[in-house]
């Protein structure tokens, strides 16, 4: 029977069981129809933004300084509380382990995002793909590629939403997959390069990429040792660095390689258009492979659980 103390972390065989009810409940329940957490969330992170990062111009020193102290209001307190809770009975801590991974992880809702598009493919309906990709990506809806955009999503939304969430939840139980998702979701909502977040969001953005930063290269290597490894590992190692995010680049490169599939290229964000490195292959996906690509996703994520269970089975000194 488990007998640590409310405080403290799991058995690690305990936590990887943990992890795989999560996720099961995950693929039962998915989101939260009402009183998502993360929308609460979002609706501080936009009532305090608009405290702190006035509409008059601020000096850079202060608009930095203003976007680490947002970080440090909006995360660190429902962090706090969580541990206070767990202190209160093991049960308590058991079961608000299993809660802050379901409620983090979103597999389901990547592979319903991710399905969403390719049924309006394949009902020939380009134009509810294109809408359907723009739940996922930010770029403009009318110059949105959907079979190649679905495609990055779901390899980097892979690390952001399962990957990322696990290993920070094997690291540190339901208060690290919970402080993950939320440093993810404030880069998300602050780490633009625009003149309004360009200095306001860099603490969220480079903490982001901190905290991502092993996650990363670890959903590359699963990516890479899934699919087809040879030309996973030839792409991340050519064609990652030209990407310009540090985190992104290995994942979506090594994903292009593991797919056989070519990735980046131009695309249109807020009417401007970007040009981008091209990633993988020289073989243009096709419909098809966003089944694959979410295929990939749910066999990494599923072997993540069995080596983590295999672990916390293995008899310790």
């Known amino acids: 029977m488990f007998s640590l103390p ?23 329940l998915g989101e939260p129809k009402r009183w998502h957490p993360l929308v609460g969330f979002g609706w501080l992170v936009n009532q305090l933004e608009k405290r702190l990062n006035p509409a008059h111009k601020q000096p850079f020193r202060s608009q930095y300084l203003r976007g680490a102290v947002g970080i440090i209001l ?23 382990h299993v809660y802050l991974l379901y409620f983090a992880i979103g597999h389901r809702s990547l592979r319903q995002h991710g399905l969403a598009v390719y049924h309006a493919l394949q009902a020939g309906q380009f134009q509810q793909a294109q809408r359907a990709t723009s739940y996922m990506v930010s770029r403009d809806v009318e110059a949105i ?23 920070w939840f094997f690291v540190a139980g339901g208060p690290g997959a919970l402080a993950y998702r939320l440093v993810n979701t404030l880069d998300a909502m602050w780490g633009y ?16 990429d901190v905290l991502n ?35 992104a680049g290995p994942v979506m490169a090594a994903g292009a390689g593991a797919l056989n599939v070519q990735l980046g290229g131009r695309a249109r964000y807020h009417g401007e258009w ?20 979410l295929q990939l996703v749910r066999r990494g994520m599923l072997s ?12 310790h000194a």
Request: aromatic share 10%; hydrophobic share 50%.
């Open 304 to 315: 993540w659980l069995s080596i983590a269970l295999l672990l916390g089975a293995l008899p």
């Open 274 to 293: 970007h040009d981008r490195p091209r990633l993988g292959t020289q073989v243009t996906p096709t419909a098809e492979d966003i089944p694959r690509a």
């Open 213 to 247: 930063y092993i996650p990363a290269r670890l959903t590359a290597i699963t990516y890479a040792l899934l699919g087809h490894t040879r030309l996973a590992w030839q792409a991340w190692r050519t064609q990652a660095p030209l990407w310009d995010s540090p985190n």
């Open 145 to 167: 590629e959907p079979v190649s955009a679905t495609i990055e999503s779901l390899l980097e939304n892979g690390n952001d939403s399962v990957f990322g969430t696990l290993f």
């Open 74 to 96: 909006l995360v660190l307190p429902p962090i706090l509380a969580i541990v206070l809770l767990m202190h209160l009975s093991v049960w308590l801590a058991l079961a608000l």
């Open 193 to 208: 390069k625009t003149a309004r977040y360009f200095h306001f969001g860099w603490a969220a953005a480079r903490l982001d």
């Open 6 to 28: 409310a405080y403290s972390l799991p058995d690690y065989l305990t936590l990887a069981g943990l992890a795989c009810g999560a996720v099961l409940l995950d693929d039962w």
